[in-house]
């Protein structure tokens, strides 16, 4: 079965850029989903289609997908963005989710 | 606005089945959307469990797709999630969600129910 792995934990510095990766065979070839979820809420959508942004989620999300490996990039992270991210992939006609990164903004 | 709601059963005895609904309301579950259910056992990541379409058709994930069933009831506007032989291990907040058509991100989840299974 596909798999997608996340690095378990990222910290950042309030106002440096954060990086979160998520590899998968050929993941390139897919197209990647992030999903925020803080304690207690439901996740929620921060990019799809690799590169877009959903209407409400601040420009400093970006994101990239290329080879096995798509990355979520937060620019000017502020603390309000410390949270659990997921990446995510449909394989054939089926869900794939990542482990889950947990941001820290220190 | 889509909105979705999952109401079932917070305790499940082992070796029983699990059932949860989630009623959509904003939006007909007859549009051309998909229809899922994700869980996340306590303090770790998502899974997927599966997906509907209003017209019945289902996709499941392999390690769970002997004991899921998932249905649709257009009438009252709301999907279905069974899942037999529960042990402790299936304890999770489990969530409805949907994909506006397939191969899309998830863009609209409910707020999530716990369910326990224990004696």
């Known amino acids: 079965s596909y798999e997608l792995t996340q690095p378990p934990s990222v910290s950042v510095s309030p106002g440096q850029t954060a990086s979160i990766t998520c590899s998968g065979d050929?993941?390139?070839?897919?197209?990647a989903s992030w999903y925020r979820q803080k304690p207690g809420q439901s996740p929620v959508l921060v990019i799809y289609q690799d590169t877009k942004r959903p209407s409400g989620i601040p420009e400093r999300f970006s994101g990239s997908n290329s080879g096995n490996t798509a990355t979520l990039t937060i620019s000017g992270t502020q603390a309000m963005d410390e949270a659990d991210y997921y990446c995510?992939?449909?394989?054939?006609?089926?869900?794939?989710f990542g482990g889950g990164t947990k941001l820290t903004v220190l | 606005q889509v909105q979705l709601h999952e109401s079932g059963p917070g305790l499940v005895k082992p070796s029983g089945t699990l059932s949860l609904t989630c009623a959509v309301s904003g939006g007909s579950i007859s549009s051309d959307s998909w229809w899922s259910w994700v869980r996340q056992p306590p303090g770790t990541g998502l899974e997927w469990i599966g997906e509907i379409y209003h017209r019945g058709s289902t996709n499941y994930n392999p390690s769970l797709k002997s004991r899921v069933t998932i249905s649709v009831d257009t009438s009252k506007n709301q999907f279905s999630l069974k899942l037999t032989s529960v042990t402790a291990a299936d304890t999770a907040v489990y969530y409805c969600?949907?994909?506006?058509?397939?191969?899309?991100?998830?863009?609209?989840w409910g707020q999530g129910t716990l369910v326990t299974v224990s004696s």
């Open positions: 969600a949907r994909v506006p058509t397939l191969t899309q991100p998830f863009d609209y």
């Open positions: 995510q992939a449909w394989d054939s006609s089926t869900v794939v």
């Open positions: 050929k993941l390139g070839d897919k197209y």
